[in-house]
């Protein structure tokens, strides 16, 4: 990432009265420079996409630097305020991106720090004693630990005085207690996650990748009231490639994943939500039954609580439904639905590119209920043999982006 590394030049460091051309220009080189960086923040981040001019493309603006416009006539007090005011408003807008999508990178040049930094990392509510060691196991060790940062990881065996876990990034480290995570039964997935990956914006600011942990969190608690031992692929702010996320459901032997999503762009309106829950194939033709009942489940319970909010202008498209979506070649196009073994489901609640929708996602009232109705169709799909609203039998064809591949470790404890 870029930091710009010139301070802003003052007005006040020029002679009242008299300004050169040279007073501009210095000014014209910063404002430039700083419109640069605003337009990378905004391609990598996606936000603020239409202020580009040109466009991004790979994350990057597709024209390049900005340069300096030139500067024709003589240079008066207003010409020089007109730049100030420019760069103090563009340095403010650098440090609100900076705050808002980057705990991790940049914010150490952010003047005053970053406002709620500290109090962004969710509660985890869990109780981390009895934490193990791994002098208390003589035989099996649990599949999955949580470290004592709170951080969910699947076990790869002992190591010299500790565990040897994968981390979120995927490399092997080691942890030396954790809570283990043993007899889980279902691992709930918050898509997206970190720095490089923050998945649909709202027009309200709201970030996927935050929603999509609130609701997992919520979740999680759902079922623990419910009795049935849950665990998440991610339990703060940081990334997980999803090879990482479905090795950690199939090291658990959990029955079920649930991945959690918000959709975007926004499809036509309408009066229903446009929920979708993808679903895993045995082959091009045919859908994976229990990953197929465990989507019916899903969507049903999820659309039916969710119309109950009044006055919501939905958003969605034609196909809504429980889909597959498969690559051009045959496979199931979405990583999260083709890398796990065990029995998964991929929800996009609705989308949070929709203002309305935007708006419901930011309430604890949309939580609680989401959440709930995930819970139903889960604790149903454990528990009876009901089956839920029916797949599609068109699938999509979709050949999808790559995730972010960049992923910054994690402190385990
Ligand atoms: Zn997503």
């Not at 020029?14 to 300004?19: Q, T």
């Not at 207003?78 to 650098?94: F, G, K, P, Y």
């Not at 999955?144 to 994968?166: E, H, K, Q, R």
């Not at 045959?330 to 073994?341: F, K, L, N, S, T």
Request: glycine letters at 10%.
């Amino acid at each position: 990432m870029l930091a710009l590394g010139a301070s802003a030049a003052s007005a006040q460091d020029a002679p009242s009265g008299e300004f050169t051309r040279e007073d501009i220009e210095l000014r014209d080189i910063l404002i430039a420079a700083q419109e640069t960086l605003l337009n990378i923040y905004r391609c990598q981040f996606g936000i603020d996409i239409l202020a580009v001019r040109g466009g991004c493309a790979f994350g990057l603006p597709t024209l390049g630097m900005s340069q300096p416009a030139e500067f024709v006539g003589t240079p008066t007090l207003e010409d020089i305020e007109v730049r100030d005011r420019l760069v103090a408003v563009q340095e403010s807008l650098l440090n609100t991106y900076r705050c808002r999508f980057d705990f991790e990178i940049d914010t150490h040049i952010t003047p005053e720090g970053c406002p709620g930094q500290a109090g962004s990392q969710p509660d985890l509510s869990l109780d981390l004693e009895p934490m193990v060691l791994p002098g208390d196991f003589d035989g099996d060790l649990p599949p999955g630990l949580i470290t004592p940062n709170g951080v969910s990881v699947a076990v790869a065996g002992l190591t010299d005085g500790g565990f040897a876990v994968w981390t979120p990034c995927g490399t092997v480290s080691k942890v030396s207690a954790g809570l283990p995570l043993q007899g889980i039964r279902v691992v709930v997935d918050p898509g997206h996650g970190g720095s490089y990956d923050i998945g649909a914006v709202g027009p309200n600011g709201l970030a996927e990748r935050d929603l999509n942990l609130t609701l997992s969190y919520a979740v999680l608690n759902e079922l623990s009231s419910r009795g049935i031992p849950a665990a998440s692929t991610r339990t703060g702010h940081y990334g997980s490639p999803l090879s990482v996320r479905a090795a950690f459901a199939d090291a658990l032997g959990a029955e079920a994943l649930v991945s959690i999503h918000h959709n975007a762009p926004t499809s036509s309106i309408g009066p229903e939500p446009g929920t979708e829950v993808f679903v895993q194939s045995v082959s091009a033709q045919q859908a994976r039954a229990d990953s197929a009942r465990l989507g019916g489940l899903l969507h049903q319970e999820i659309t039916e609580a969710l119309s109950g909010f009044d006055n919501i202008s939905w958003s969605r498209t034609n196909d809504a439904g429980v889909l597959r979506v498969l690559l051009p070649s045959g496979g199931d196009a979405y990583g999260m639905i083709r890398q796990p073994a065990v029995p998964t489901a991929l929800i996009e609640y609705g989308y949070l590119s929709n203002p309305s929708e935007a708006a419901l996602f930011a309430t604890d009232e949309y939580i609680r209920v989401a959440a709930k109705a995930t819970a139903n169709a889960i604790e149903a799909y454990l528990n009876t043999d009901r089956s839920g609203t029916e797949s599609n039998q068109q699938p999509r064809v979709f050949d999808p982006a790559p995730a972010p591949s960049s992923c910054n470790e994690v402190a385990l404890e």
